[in-house]
């Protein structure tokens, strides 16, 4: 019963068999019979079919109101005979963009397993969207990303922020803060797509009429580390998070009239809250970095 509702819930939330069976790993028909099963089994219409798309019928929508508490009980469930079986110690998954992956998780990780010794932290590290696929998929319970996330199916809570700098390969010397007629003709070293320094960047320079095709971008790499060397290299700037340069790396500026502050954001499906350790390591993270601002 758990894993039909588990389905239905993925047509009702895609209005689609075929995307709901692409994310359960199923066939289309696999997924249209057990929807089937659940209409028999309680005596009821639950969606209406078309060619294009389905959708809840009210007693379809009763289901799915009921069946996300259900879903989300039965998680706490699992959780808890988890840890049962493994005794005291618990294991914490997280995911985790570069950003705070790299720079704010280290900081805050000795002080919370003072607080929890008995709490093994793991850390799956990557680019932004992939860490909310993973939130999505039930990978990992809380992902932290560098940006708000719009998603229905995700609770995005703001636990710290960051600054995002124009880094400049060394002997460049450039007016700070940097008036946006110079910006274009820069070459640029840029992050793939996916990565919310991207993303984030590109969204508010076209709140000021700089589109990202306007850029000369002279690369795109993967990761922070591979492109602080094309900079230092002399490739080109970049924008990069402040707190990924260390002191004296690189020298930066910032632009004249956008502010490039972002949120990170802790990331969760709505219809799991987070267990008890992962909402206090959450809290550890806002504690430090209220104390940096302060």
Known sequence: MIDSLKIFCLVARYQSFTRAAEEAGLT???????????????????????TRAVALTPAGERLVERADKVLAAYGELESAMAGARAGAHTTLVVGASTLPGESLLPAVLAAFRRAHPDVEVQ????????????????????GLVGQEVSDPLLVSQPVASDEIVLALP??????DPLPLSEL???????REQGSATRS????????????????????ELGSP???????????????LSRSQLGPGELGFVRLAGVDLRRPICAVWRRDRQPEAVAQDLMTHL????HGQEG
């Open 184 to 190: 274009k003709r820069l070459p640029l070293v840029s």
């Open 286 to 289: 806002a504690g430090a970095a």
């Open 225 to 239: 580390e591979a492109v602080k060397a094309a900079v230092r290299g002399g490739m080109g700037a970049a924008f």
């Open 28 to 50: 289309r028909p696999a997924v249209s019979q057990i929807v089937k099963q659940l209409e028999q089994q309680f005596g009821v219409t639950l969606l209406t079919r078309s």
């Open 123 to 142: 850390v799956r590290v990557g680019n932004t969207e992939a860490i909310l696929q993973m939130v999505r998929t039930g990978q990992v319970g809380v």
């Open 200 to 219: 984030v960047t590109e969204a508010l320079l076209a709140q000021h009429g700089i589109a990202a095709q306007s850029l000369q971008v002279v690369a």
């Open 170 to 175: 060394p002997g460049g010397r450039m007016a």
